[in-house]
């Protein structure tokens, strides 16, 4: 009998934690893609990545977001930029609410200009509306718990991962 019980529960349950490490599986692949377009400083690429819908329901357009993302990757370029370091770690625990999964990706980059230089630790909020399949992103640089409720409605304001902005850039070597 027991064992027909742990069967039961092998079958019902691993089907589910299968799922979930797809899911984070996939969103640190999406999350890998999103890096690449950003470390090419290309916007048009990381758009495909990008989660805008919270921005967009407060009156912003798309494709004014992805025009100032690449107005500043110009910018940016015309500086001699790159990144140097962007590192990503292990997708947190993938949770749902209101009909989507969500996850959070920390990572650690470092961009340099010149012998200027700035390392970011943050994290990468992750949204997927499709079960897990395909992943978009919000960089979470700026986030507060208060303002992640934006994109992650119902956010019970639990522990984030950690973030380490500079207020400025450095200069190179420290």
Same mark, same amino acid.
Request: net charge positive.
């Given at each position: 009998?027991? =064992? $027909?019980?742990?069967?039961?529960?092998?079958?019902?349950?691993?089907?589910?934690? $299968?799922?979930?490490?797809?899911?984070?599986?996939?969103?640190?692949?999406?999350?890998?893609?999103?890096?690449?377009?950003l470390?090419?400083?290309?916007?048009?690429?990381?758009?495909? *990545?990008? *989660?805008?819908? !919270?921005?967009?329901?407060?009156?912003?357009?798309?494709?004014?977001?992805?025009?100032? =993302?690449?107005?500043?990757?110009?910018?940016?370029?015309?500086?001699?930029?790159? *990144?140097?370091? @962007?590192?990503?770690?292990?997708?947190?625990? +993938?949770?749902?609410?209101?009909?989507?999964?969500?996850? @959070?990706?920390? *990572? #650690?980059? #470092?961009?340099?200009?010149?012998?200027?230089?700035?390392?970011?630790?943050?994290? !990468? %909020?992750?949204?997927?509306?499709?079960?897990g399949?395909?992943?978009? !992103?919000?960089d979470?640089?700026?986030?507060?718990?208060?303002? %992640? $409720?934006?994109?992650?409605?119902? @956010?019970?304001?639990?522990?984030?991962?950690?973030?380490? +902005?500079?207020?400025?850039?450095?200069? =190179?070597?420290?």
């Open positions: 009998m027991r =064992a $027909r019980l742990a069967l039961l529960a092998l079958v019902l349950v691993a089907p589910a934690a $299968r799922a979930a490490d797809d899911a984070a599986a996939n969103a640190l692949r999406d999350a890998r893609a999103l890096v690449q377009c470390r090419a400083l290309d916007a048009q690429c990381a758009a495909r *990545y990008t *989660y805008t819908q !919270f921005l967009e329901a407060q009156g912003a357009s798309r494709a004014d977001l992805i025009a100032a =993302a690449d107005e500043l990757n110009r910018n940016l370029k015309s500086l001699g930029a790159r *990144y140097t370091r @962007f590192d990503l770690e292990k997708p947190w625990t +993938v949770f749902a609410g209101e009909g989507r999964l969500y996850t @959070f990706v920390p *990572y #650690t980059q #470092t961009l340099e200009a010149g012998d200027r230089q700035a390392t970011v630790t943050a994290y !990468f %909020i992750g949204v997927s509306a499709d079960a399949a395909t992943w978009t !992103f919000v979470g640089v700026t986030t507060t718990a208060d303002s %992640i $409720r934006q994109i992650i409605p119902g @956010f019970a304001g639990g522990p984030l991962p950690p973030k380490s +902005v500079p207020p400025a850039a450095s200069a =190179a070597g420290g």
